[in-house]
């Protein structure tokens, strides 16, 4: 049997997707973030490592949404339904998408978010200082590499309508929370991308999903 | 022929080694870093992405370190001498971490180093102020993301000679980078990591990729 630990409001939301649309049976152990967003004492009590998703399959304790994802595909899609075949060249762009998701997708959205919270903490005239402060991070790194990013994902999903191809794979899942965020931000033209996070949105296994676990409202 | 754009003092390092040690033919195409440490124009001149590093094999042009990597143990791997059998639990250790090399290890090293370059650059008095933020968010965030990557880490290189197990795998060539960077550090006591890196940093063919890319200096 699965059991899931499960953060609200967090990228756990792509593993959940993932056991909907596999359909196969898990417990879901939701957990509520602290007022600060971290994590509850109550998960770091229930796995070692304190993280979410956290995955529990038998001997299997596993965390990182990219590693439970694969080892899902690997164990339950046994006819590949959710990945081309190894080798092939949309194999390779499914496996770019799937890296780039944390690797390049994610760390510019949780620097703004950081500054963000920064500079809404911060009392006046201090938020002058702070506001500067963020706004050259901003300009040397969140937003060149959110265009960037921006740039890649446009081309891609210009081309096919699932992000490796034709076929919704595990890179799909993988992108969901770091596209959905960055739409939410709203400072970006991106019908490409938009029309895919409503895809995903409308699928029945993520509206599945969101109904076990509850809506997921995107930080900015 | 396989073509490798490489900026110096990156991340880009773990496709080299990886390369050294599969023994394949390649040509290395180096790109130098920018005064303010960001990717020379060049560099974006050379491939669409302006990513480093960047992999042209034939048809195939890729980045993500990650996806390189699993590209080229795919292709040029054909006897399984860096991956685990799929499904295996060293399998799925190794996958996890593949995975947490980017998405839990080199986040908090990343806004640490911000921060860090933020504090070098504030004039004083305003250091006093920067410092202050730049402590809150060390504090709630770097300090016990760095402390929880730490104990995973010495606690799986306590237990086996490579990451994943017995095996130079994968996971190995993408932890490198972000190891180094956390004893680089030199904030906490890592006997384990500290061994590892050793046994990397001997490697007969990561003592060929430094000769070829250069000496990878670690930002603090």
């Known amino acids: 049997m699965i059991t899931l630990h499960y953060l609200n409001d967090s990228r756990a939301i792509r593993v959940l997707w993932m056991l909907e649309e596999l359909g196969v049976e898990y417990e879901l152990k939701k957990y509520q973030r602290t007022k600060e967003m971290g994590a509850p004492k109550a998960l770091r009590e229930a796995n070692d490592t304190g993280k979410s998703p956290f995955l529990i399959d038998g001997e299997v304790k596993l965390a990182e949404s990219g590693s439970i994802i694969e080892y899902l595909q690997q164990k339950y899609d046994t006819e590949n339904q959710f990945s081309y075949e190894r080798g092939s060249s949309e194999w390779v762009d499914q496996v770019f998408w799937t890296h780039f998701a944390e690797a390049s997708l994610m760390p510019p959205l949780v620097v703004a978010l950081i500054f963000?919270?920064?500079?809404?903490?911060?009392?006046?005239?201090?938020?002058?200082?702070?506001?500067?402060?963020?706004?050259?991070?901003?300009?040397?790194?969140?937003?060149?590499?959110?265009?960037?990013?921006?740039?890649?994902?446009?081309?891609?999903?210009?081309?096919?309508?699932?992000?490796?191809?034709?076929?919704?794979?595990?890179?799909?899942?993988?992108?969901?929370?770091?596209?959905?965020?960055?739409?939410?931000?709203?400072?970006?033209?991106?019908?490409?991308?938009?029309?895919?996070?409503?895809?995903?949105?409308?699928?029945?296994?993520?509206?599945?999903a969101i109904e076990k676990g509850g809506k997921v409202s995107m930080p900015r």
């Open 116 to 208: 963000n919270m920064i500079d809404g903490k911060a009392p006046f005239p201090v938020t002058l200082l702070t506001k500067k402060i963020g706004d050259q991070v901003r300009s040397r790194f969140v937003t060149p590499s959110l265009k960037a990013n921006a740039d890649l994902l446009e081309e891609a999903l210009g081309k096919h309508e699932w992000i490796a191809g034709s076929q919704l794979t595990i890179a799909d899942f993988q992108l969901a929370y770091g596209a959905q965020a960055m739409l939410g931000r709203g400072k970006l033209d991106l019908p490409n991308l938009k029309r895919w996070v409503k895809q995903v949105e409308n699928r029945p296994a993520y509206l599945r």
